[in-house]
């Protein structure tokens, strides 16, 4: 079974762009959750996603949004990028309500 | 809100002992699990174990174990016959099992396992 696939692995932006990073969760799991991960602030959940549905959401400005299609892929848009959004973007998906989550590898936002 | 905090940033440990890394919770409700989390250098965070509240005996998945203690909040992990490989940041998770149930993760513990 693959697991949780998110692309790209590394990405360069400059301030004031907008971003999208994409998230497939492993086969059969319909929560997708999205983690922000900086080496001073750790991992901070941004919102998390239920059959296209937002369940959850984080204390992150309106800069930070996503979205969930219907077969369960994710997608999260940063926009008007700023220096402090450079980090480590997690995705995490499982099955039910209450299953532990797998993750992704990730994806390295830099912000020139 | 709920918090966890690990108080070790860093946590050492000779190959073939055992270590124990610690993680309190504070939340009001009674029903939740718990996990610990492993990252290794190459980042993908792994799931090392589970614990569910209403469980009282404790986790366990080979050499790692939990001490699961839930008047005090504690939820420490135990790492036996330590090897090369458990070098990681292990994070501690909570999630309520009530609505609104995001997880809620500490700054995690840096295990440097000595040869």
């Known amino acids: 079974k693959a697991g949780v696939t998110q692309t790209p692995r590394y990405l360069i932006k400059t301030r004031g762009q907008q971003v999208t990073l994409s998230c497939s969760p492993i086969?059969?799991?319909?929560?997708v959750s999205w983690y922000q991960q900086t080496p001073g602030q750790g991992l901070q959940f941004l919102f998390e996603?239920?059959?296209?549905?937002?369940?959850n959401k984080g204390n992150f400005p309106g800069r930070f949004s996503g979205r969930q299609f219907s077969n369960s892929r994710s997608e999260m848009n940063v926009s008007t990028l700023e220096l402090g959004d450079s980090a480590l973007y997690l995705c995490a998906s499982s099955f039910g309500q209450w299953g532990p989550q797998h993750f992704g590898d990730g994806t390295r936002l830099s912000i020139l | 809100a709920q918090t966890v905090t690990q108080s070790q940033p860093e946590m050492s440990v000779q190959e073939a002992e055992t270590v124990t890394l610690s993680c309190t919770y504070d939340t009001s409700e009674s029903d939740y699990y718990l996990f610990w989390y492993k990252q290794p250098p190459s980042r993908q965070m792994i799931l090392v174990i589970r614990q569910e509240a209403y469980k009282q005996q404790n986790a366990t998945e080979n050499r790692f174990s939990v001490n699961f203690q839930k008047a005090a909040k504690s939820f420490s992990l135990k790492i036996s016959d330590s090897q090369l490989g458990d070098a990681a940041m292990y994070f501690c998770?909570?999630?309520?099992?009530?609505?609104?149930?995001?997880?809620?993760f500490g700054t995690g513990t840096s295990l440097t396992v000595i040869p």
């Open positions: 998770a909570y999630r309520s099992a009530g609505t609104g149930n995001q997880f809620y």
């Open positions: 996603y239920f059959s296209e549905t937002q369940r």
């Open positions: 086969s059969g799991h319909r929560s």
